[in-house]
């Protein structure tokens, strides 16, 4: 299934550095999805796109910034990040925000703040 | 709000015995319902999902799940594990928020399958 891709795989970044996790849907969906998963936690939604405008916020800090230029693509811009931020952040679409639509996710992207 | 609950965040059985993962509900109106599997190393994948109409949905892998309004249940089932059966598995709820719905999920639960 490769219908939504996440690069990098893997990423290990400072606390003081700049990166970028890239998410990319192949489905022709109109909704996208950051999730955050950690270890002994439910998986956590972070932000969600519709239509490339962001319409949810979950009370994520100001260092995650997400970013939507269209439909097919979906980033999620680090910078100052903590420790705590260590985890597996899962890409995710839709065809649009229907309760029974079925939600598509990418193998995520595991980061390690050292 | 709309939750839901995976009971046993560990199970354990042995190859060719029945496979039953537990999740319970919490929602104030007919829920959307979901399990998803997560292999290592690689991201969710859809096993089934319950929206309207049949109780017992089938899905991929010869797993199933049968939604009990009265008890508040969706528990997934297999009648026979098999060794590549071995992963976390989640239920999730789909939850209705003024833009649109999303998943909320349960914390997991693994699943070994001993030989």
């Known amino acids: 299934e490769t219908g939504v891709t996440q690069t990098p795989r893997h990423l290990v970044m400072g606390m003081t550095n700049k990166k970028s996790l890239k998410c990319e849907q192949h489905l022709g969906h109109n909704a996208m999805y950051w999730y955050k998963q950690s270890a002994k936690k439910p998986l956590e939604l972070m932000f969600v796109?519709?239509?490339?405008?962001?319409?949810e916020n979950n009370s994520v800090p100001s260092r995650f910034s997400p970013e939507c230029p269209n439909s097919s693509h979906l980033f999620l811009h680090l910078h100052t990040l903590q420790p705590e931020d260590s985890a597996l952040y899962l890409c995710?679409?839709?065809?649009?925000?229907?309760?029974?639509?079925?939600?598509?996710f990418g193998e995520g992207s595991w980061l390690t703040v050292v | 709000a709309q939750s839901v609950t995976q009971l046993g965040s560990h199970v354990s059985v042995s190859e060719g015995a029945l496979v039953l993962l537990r999740c319970n509900y919490s929602s104030s109106v007919p829920p959307y319902l979901f399990w998803y599997v997560q292999y290592p190393n690689q991201g969710l994948q859809l096993l089934l999902k319950?929206?309207?109409?049949?109780?017992l949905v089938k899905g991929i892998n010869g797993f199933e799940a049968e939604f009990k309004k009265s008890e508040t249940s969706f528990h997934l089932t297999k009648p026979s594990a098999h060794m590549s059966d071995a992963a976390e598995y989640f239920c999730?709820?789909?939850?209705?928020?003024?833009?649109?719905?999303?998943?909320?999920f349960g914390k997991g639960t693994s699943l070994l399958v001993t030989p």
């Open positions: 796109y519709s239509l490339e405008e962001r319409v």
């Open positions: 999730a709820v789909s939850v209705s928020s003024n833009s649109g719905y999303a998943l909320n």
């Open positions: 319950y929206t309207t109409g049949a109780t």
């Open positions: 995710a679409s839709s065809q649009d925000r229907g309760g029974g639509n079925t939600i598509y």
